[in-house]
């Protein structure tokens, strides 16, 4: 089992975290795991993405060109971007609150998650990155959700563990917002 | 009082508010109904009339989002 | 009929800056540039970006612009004065770049009277790198390199450059201000036209310590960090003229 | 101890201070900062002294004035700031002082940009500086090795008296992968019984020096050091080298880039096609001997580099004209990708099977 | 023009001046003194500028200011100082500006000594700064060849708008011989489009720059710099070969060495044994073609350095194989002596004949 | 019985000094070695030795000593003290060294009050490398790169270190003094015990500037040379305190 | 007045004269007979009974080679 | 012909100057000459010397080990040092004045002059070079006197012309000085 995936957005919108608690969500599953991130020359306010593998076998290189199998957008500029990354038949998880355009490759499979709102109806908008990050493991099964959680307070400090509900909550929400569309799709 | 007429050049505002800290009569804000390219709720005048045209907001301005007439 | 109060300066493309918001590096640009045009040499200016936020200001300024290494802006400035004396020279440097690494060069730029026109952005941190320690980090401040805040007991008291170069002859305008609020803007445009005017008039070094903010290193929205300037900058780094073309006492 | 995730940057400052390093002299630079910021946090914990200096310039010296005086002391910088560096790396190591040199490197020349680039090598193997001498150069290609490496090198520095140079990139500084720290064993290390301490105990003055005004002692100390030189050419080299002896193309890659090669090669053999992989883990003392197993019917060796191609000087003179030797790479930030690599050794082997 | 007696240093310093070289920035250091002092004296006169920097790293980046400006500009130092220059130089190198840097090279690492030394021919032609670059490097053997190598340096960098370097050492700078300055007719030069200059006669603004913060652009940027440097591995190779063809030793040596390299030719030649010499008169491009004239039965290639052998590397490359290639020389100051060339040649051949 | 009036300082070995006859560097090692011992601290002393005339001074202290790169003794000294903040470490540096090259290296020990002591020879010319200018030579003074002698509007007037520092906090004991005759040099030795006074105390950095004679390369006798630091030198220089301990004004 | 006794180390003097130029009672000379092993002409004391141990010879020599001692 | 020369001496004693007369001479006399200074840690007080070679052919290397044709000591320390560098039948050419040892070698010529004598005797010691000179191009004739005296304004600037007499003098008398002993030995 292997996923390559990159997470793409705005500065501020937590795609680093959402690779972070990946990451070291499957190293909790035991897997090999990489995150690499990039960022553009704007401290704020900037695009920033990041790469992440999580595997079974040992890892070459942490980059991905064009081999993705998932990529993650949550704005526009990052779609435009990082469509192209996907390999043939990889997964495209779109936040739909952010990007009102379609997939326009017809050889992958497109997701579309409202993952704002759905944010903002659970209570944080904050928390849109982890609606997807839900939709993306329940697509793939990479990570179990609890080695997210198990990973949260790794990943943030003892002391943003009372999000951890909060989170869990968007997982699940993400998750089920993919599943419907498995269903129809 | 002199009167003044401000404009925006919303694009390539970056919501920073400094505008509407500066501005003596407080008639800057931020437009939440709106997002721009880049990501940001840009500021506009609420209350035209009370713009006293004194250029605060445009000295301000980092981004030279503001130009400020006198009429 | 109505008159222009305020409108871009033509010393300003349009490609949009790629400062954080409410960065007020965005307004010290915009007072260089009004300086070069109110004053006439837009044609003849000549800038040095240094190593730090502004690093890309050649992407930003209606005039040549020559990108010099981490510190050196001086000494690039130098080389083109030298080969230029009829141009209008200036390095647009930050804290970590003049009063760090580059210490030596604008002490050397003061002491041989070098005509031409510094102005440095004082925002006591390094901002393009993530927030670093600079010497004009303040007691108690915190830094990623000073996660406890700065200490005297380690890293000294915060260097203050104005004073410092005010001592040396060649330094024939040395000035403090600030951008936290539209008065002291005007106030720094007076003190750069009048650092340009220095080296019109082939004085010496001029050089202009502008107070700034860093929003995103300190940690805090943009006008709260114009707050900060007021409330704990200025105090220590005080506002004022400490060299008007005269010589050094 | 169990595995945790961790930047390359900050796994190097832990390793670092595992092997019982306690001073740091650093300037920021991205893309390493995270080792400084970690070791501003750390070192105070356990009575170390972090320091930012004024410069890349000073902090080499601050770390020479260290090493002299005894301490375990590192830097680190990335391009630009190890080029500053240059002549005081050739003052330590004419003074034969122990430290430990971190560059994580980016593009360049001149500022160029802040993305990962392998294009100092030139510079990290044949010394920037002025004058004749060595240093190590360890290139790891993951964090796990980052951190083992990093907890020898201090000995290793210690053992030689000598720089010892972690070189990395922007990519193994900014990634997260899983990481175990051992148990730091140290090495058996001779007395620093050369350090400046203060002559108190009746001990005759030491000097701390790379000045030889007299030609005849230049060169003798030039000699001297290069017969340590030799040692570590025979004692300390290391490679990982992999299917080279039926291979019908040898891909030579450090760091970063050898687990691009790793991949290629990977696709390659479902097509059948044998190709092995020489990674050179010192690139001085360069494996050499690694060549000598290499099939002596191979098509070639192709270098792979993100660079215009510097390393692969080193690979022609391995080669010694055994094999015709290629170049892929790209630079500035860009990482050649596997297919890069796969179409280059099909070049080589003329076309595709 | 008549002949006249004159050191290295100033030799250098008057060709300069006689090319159109009108800026000069430096910092003193021994051995290279006197070209700062003629500068001084001599620039002026011709309306040009002298200044003394407050550091080789200044130095090096008002010499960056002044060629950005669209001036003919130089500077020159000695080992330790060229060491601090190489960020500058690297950025010189990404920015593409035209100079000229003189290094006279001494003893090193580190302090060293004052003494001349060829122990920065890796810092010269690797490039000790950061990134993907290269530069010109001649390496003149007499004052005379200095003197017409400077008057042509200005204008090669111009062309390829790439800095050049002049490595000479201590014992060029320092020793007299009769020389005589030829007039300097400058070759056909691009105009210098590129140089700030103000905008006021309504031209767009000119940027220097080698800040390239997208890795695509930087490594465009990078692969226009390697064909440039292509260009001019083909057209500007230099060298001196002599008695290669039919040679049972080939010597390979630059600069002084070459001229002890002569002396023990010559003296070999008396015992009927007979060597070729070539003399690399650009270290970087480095002749390789010369190789190929090389006899194919030669014994051996013995490249004499003053160093612990550094263009060894590029001769073991350039050979290729073909020959071994063993190594004579001192360092540190010391020179080696024909004596120690001819033994070195025995040696290879096998025994005294 | 005899008592000893003066003697050579057993803080110096018996290696014979390569300075030239008359040259005051000479007088300067003794103080500072006569320091040390009256302080009772020479088997704490590492002393850091800069390029210039003085790199040799390894070969004559009886104390460690670490040969520094050009301008950076006060980055090595800090190097020394952080590691061993127990022992007394001091740097013996030039004018080209401290104020040229090294400017950025003293200003930041300054700054960050590194407790380290700084004897400054300032001798207004680069003595080893044969009598170039310096950024303390004085208008007027020749030099082999001011061969018609220094000018102000070339290259400025001349730098005055101990006023420059002695703005800027850290540095807690400036003074400036001379060797020029007896007087002066038992002034210049209550200088550098207070310095070394201050460094013991962990106050911060001090330093003392000492106006010295470089005979060779001023074209004089040692007498006469001693002349000059007092018809030339001292007017411009002045001697004296400029800080003893306390903050800076 | 104290009366002094000053020893000169010859063979390490430079002649410089700065001891010369600096004694108060005038009575330093360099030995023009004699030439030491760097080439120098020594100093010494012509008339030791006018010494008045003030030192300052000693203090001014750059090269430790004189000792004075009050008798 | 060829004569490859060490001139050597304490700093102040004129070698540097001695060595530049005669190379500048051999120029002047159409020959390839080479002029090599080394010094010595001190800037003054410290010894010096300089190799000169002056030959009909190309000039190799202008370092001289142990090959020299010539070696003229102006003081002991120098005759310790570059006795040896004198190849078999060289000549040694010693300022009697300053040096009272005798040469040791014995497959090498010695000539013994009164260098500062002769030079005070004709009123000026700084002149004991210039007899040094004298005696050398009397022993080699490698290069006429009179090229030396024109190379006398060239290497210390027209200024100095006034001193050429006494020069004049000064290498006359260091020949008929050693003709006497060329006429003994
Ligand atoms: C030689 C060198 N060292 C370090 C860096 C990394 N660097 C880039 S910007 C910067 C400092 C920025 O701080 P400052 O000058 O205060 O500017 P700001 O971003 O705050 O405006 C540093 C250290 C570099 N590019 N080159
Ligand atoms: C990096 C470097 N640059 C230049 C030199 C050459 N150098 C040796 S000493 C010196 C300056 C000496 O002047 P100063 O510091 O005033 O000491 P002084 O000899 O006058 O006592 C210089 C420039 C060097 N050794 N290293
Ligand atoms: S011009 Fe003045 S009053 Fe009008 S909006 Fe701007 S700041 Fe407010
Ligand atoms: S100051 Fe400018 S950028 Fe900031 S909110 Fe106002 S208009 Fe927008
Ligand atoms: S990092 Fe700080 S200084 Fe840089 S642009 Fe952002 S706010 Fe401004
Ligand atoms: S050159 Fe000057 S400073 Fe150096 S030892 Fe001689 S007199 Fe002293
Ligand atoms: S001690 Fe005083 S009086 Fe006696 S010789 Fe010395 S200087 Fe003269
Ligand atoms: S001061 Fe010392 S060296 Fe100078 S003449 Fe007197 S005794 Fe000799
Ligand atoms: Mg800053
Ligand atoms: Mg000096």
């Not at chain 1, 070291?24 to 690499?36: A, E, K």
């Not at chain 1, 020359?41 to 079974?56: L, Q």
């Not at chain 4, 696709?267 to 044998?274: H, N, S, T």
Request: charged fraction near 20%; aromatic fraction near 6%.
């Amino acid at each position: 089992m292997i996923e390559k995936v990159i997470v793409a957005g705005f500065g501020g919108q937590g795609v680093m975290a959402l690779g972070k608690l990946l990451a070291y969500g499957g190293m909790l599953d035991d897997r090999q795991v990489s995150w690499l991130p990039s960022y553009g020359p704007e401290m704020r306010g900037g695009t920033a993405n990041c790469d992440v593998i999580v595997s079974d076998t040992l890892i070459g290189s942490p980059v991905l060109t064009d081999d993705a199998t998932a990529v993650i957008v949550m704005n526009l500029p990052s779609m435009d971007k990082f469509e192209s990354h996907l390999a043939p038949n990889g997964k495209l998880i779109i936040n739909k609150s952010l990007i009102e355009k379609k997939a326009t490759r017809d050889d992958i499979e497109a997701y579309y998650i409202d993952a704002n709102e759905i944010a903002m109806e659970i209570g944080n908008a904050k928390a849109a990155n982890m609606v997807m990050l839900g939709a993306f493991l329940e697509l793939t099964k990479i990570v179990k959700p609890e080695s997210i959680i198990k990973a949260f307070t790794k990943v943030f400090g003892e002391d943003k563990a009372k999000f951890i509900p909060l989170n869990e909550l968007a997982l699940q929400r993400g998750a089920e917002a993919v599943k419907e569309q498995m269903a129809v799709s | 009082m002199a009167k003044g007429l401000v404009t925006f050049n919303e694009d390539i505002c970056k919501g920073c508010e400094l505008c509407v800290a500066v501005c003596p009569k407080k008639i800057i804000e931020l437009d939440q109904s709106k997002i721009n390219a880049k990501g940001f709720h840009p500021a506009h005048v609420v209350n035209m009339d009370e713009c006293i045209a004194c250029g605060n907001c445009a000295i301000m301005c980092p981004d030279s989002v503001i130009t400020v007439e006198k009429l | 009929m109505s008159t222009i109060v305020y409108k871009k300066t033509k010393a300003l493309n349009d490609t949009q800056f790629h400062y954080c918001p409410g960065c007020t590096h965005g307004i010290i640009h915009k007072l260089i540039g009004e300086s070069l045009v109110e004053l006439g040499v837009l044609g003849e200016a000549i800038g040095v970006a240094s190593v730090g936020c502004s690093a890309l200001c050649y992407k930003y300024f209606n005039c040549d612009v020559q990108q010099a290494a981490h510190g050196r802006a001086p000494a690039v400035a130098t080389g083109i004065k030298r080969v230029r004396p009829e141009n209008v020279v200036f390095t647009l440097q930050g804290d970590g770049d003049l009063a760090s690494i580059g210490a030596a060069e604008i002490v050397h730029a003061a002491h041989r009277g070098e005509k031409i026109t510094t102005i440095f952005v004082n925002n006591a941190i390094y901002g393009m790198t993530g927030g670093q320690m600079a010497p004009t980090t303040l007691i108690g401040q915190k830094a990623t390199t000073a996660p406890e805040g700065r200490t005297e007991e380690h890293s000294g008291k915060p260097l203050k450059i104005a004073e410092m170069l005010a001592t040396i002859d060649g330094a024939k305008y040395v000035e403090r201000v600030s951008v936290h609020n539209p008065a002291a803007v005007r106030k720094a445009k007076k003190a750069i036209k009048r650092a340009f005017q220095c080296q019109l008039e082939g004085k010496g070094f001029a050089i202009v310590e502008v107070l700034s903010t860093c929003p995103t290193n300190w940690g805090m929205t943009p006008v709260n960090a114009l707050g900060w300037v007021e409330s704990d900058m200025i105090p220590y780094y005080p506002l004022g003229n400490l060299r008007d073309f005269e010589e050094a006492k | 101890m169990a595995k945790v995730l961790m930047k390359g940057n900050e796994a190097v400052g832990a390793a670092a201070i595992k092997a019982g390093c306690r001073y740091f002299f650093g300037y920021p630079i991205t893309p390493q900062n995270e080792v400084p910021e970690y070791m501003s946090k750390e070192l105070p914990k356990v009575g170390g002294v972090f320091l930012q200096a004024e410069s890349e310039v000073a902090a080499i010296n601050m770390v020479y004035g260290a090493a002299g005086a005894g301490a375990r002391v590192m830097t680190s910088s990335s391009s630009p700031g190890i080029s500053l560096k240059q002549e005081g790396i050739s003052y330590i190591a004419g003074a034969e002082l122990p430290c430990v040199i971190v560059n994580m490197m980016r593009g360049g020349p001149g500022l160029g940009s802040i993305q990962a680039a392998q294009a100092d090598y030139f510079q990290a193997t044949r010394g920037g500086g002025n004058g004749d001498y060595r240093h190590i150069v360890y290139a790891p290609a993951s964090i796990q090795e980052t951190v083992d490496i990093m907890m020898e090198a201090f000995d290793i520095a210690d053992i030689y008296r000598i720089p010892v140079m972690i070189l990395g990139d922007g990519m193994i500084g900014q990634m997260m992968e899983a990481v175990e720290f051992k148990e730091y064993v140290p090495r058996e290390l001779p007395e620093k019984d050369w350090a400046t301490s203060g002559t108190k105990e009746m001990k005759s003055p030491r000097v701390v020096n790379s000045l030889y005004l007299e030609p005849e002692l230049l060169q003798e100390h030039n000699v001297n050091l290069e017969k340590k030189h030799k040692i570590i050419e025979e004692k300390e080299v290391r490679y990982e080298a992999t299917g080279i002896e039926d291979a019908e193309v040898v891909c030579v890659a450090y760091g970063t880039t050898a687990r691009v090669a790793k991949n290629a090669i990977d696709d390659l053999a479902k097509e059948g096609i044998k190709v092995g992989l020489i990674r050179p883990i010192t690139l001085w003392p360069f494996p050499h001997e690694a060549f000598d197993k290499i099939n002596p019917q191979a098509k070639g060796l192709l270098t792979i580099e993100m660079s215009m191609g510097q390393m692969i000087d080193d690979v022609k003179i391995a080669s010694n004209g055994r094999w015709p030797v290629a170049f892929e790479g790209k630079t500035g930030g860009l990482v050649p990708s596997s297919v890069d690599v796969v179409n280059a050794v099909k070049k080589m082997i003329g076309g595709a099977k």
